[in-house]
């Protein structure tokens, strides 16, 4: 079975800072997809940022940029000149590319708070 | 933008009581899923549903729950008789291919008294 860990239940930072959350990940598959949802006080789940296994360059979206070390399983989310509204809990999430059923398996989340 | 839409976005029902969750998927998708969150705790994978029939199921998902898609546009989520245990929020999503990203809807927060 596959499973996401996100070691840090809570982190703060001042507002305009870098901030990384972290994410690890377990699996004996070589072909999967990794994601970070963001999910604000209104609890709607949003698509922040998504990584194909196959491929070896970081993605990023704006100022959202990943960190994939696929070797250590690692998965990490960094958000540059963070903004109030990147207050929110981050989920970490991962799905093998299985036809048919893509489920989404999620970690316990990093609530992030960013300081004025 | 197209997006996944819910309702009700809350449901207080009694114990015991039958509850429908619905959920409209973006049109052109092929695969359907619901998930869960209790309150505080992780999303959890309850169903997915693919060519009019469950693709995977999880251990939640027990014989008082079913999912249906009674037309070409809902996908509904039927708990026959809630528990306590059920409050939670439920999430329902959509994909169009695999590969692609699913795209979840805001939500229905139920409450089980």
């Known amino acids: 079975a596959q499973t996401v860990t996100q070691s840090q239940p809570e982190m703060s930072v001042q507002e305009a800072e870098t901030v990384t959350l972290s994410c690890t990940y377990d699996?004996?598959?070589?072909?999967?997809?990794l994601f970070w949802y963001k999910q604000p006080p209104s609890r709607q789940m949003i698509l922040v940022i998504r990584q194909e296994a196959y491929k070896q360059q970081n993605a990023t979206e704006n100022r959202f940029s990943v960190n994939f070390q696929k070797a250590a399983k690692s998965f990490s989310l960094k958000i540059s000149d963070s903004q109030l509204g990147d207050t929110a809990m981050y989920f970490c999430?991962?799905?093998?590319?299985?036809?048919?059923?893509?489920?989404?398996?999620f970690g316990t989340g990093t609530r992030l708070t960013i300081i004025p | 933008e197209p997006e996944v839409t819910q309702t009700p976005s809350h449901q207080v029902t009694q114990m015991g009581q039958e509850v429908i969750l619905r959920c409209v998927p973006i049109?052109?998708?092929?695969?359907f899923y619901w998930y869960r969150q209790i309150l505080g705790q992780k999303v959890e994978f309850l169903v997915s549903f693919y060519n009019n029939e469950i693709s995977e199921k999880s251990e939640i998902f027990d014989d008082q729950f079913s999912v249906e898609r009674p037309d070409g546009s809902n996908f509904t989520l039927k708990i026959r008789s809630t528990k306590l245990e059920d409050s939670a929020m439920y999430f329902c999503?959509?994909?169009?291919?695999?590969?692609?990203?699913?795209?979840f809807g805001p939500g229905t927060r139920l409450l089980v008294l």
């Open positions: 049109s052109n998708h092929l695969y």
């Open positions: 999503a959509s994909l169009f291919a695999q590969g692609e990203t699913q795209y």
């Open positions: 699996t004996s598959e070589s072909n999967y997809y």
């Open positions: 999430a991962f799905h093998l590319i299985n036809f048919g059923n893509e489920k989404l398996t």
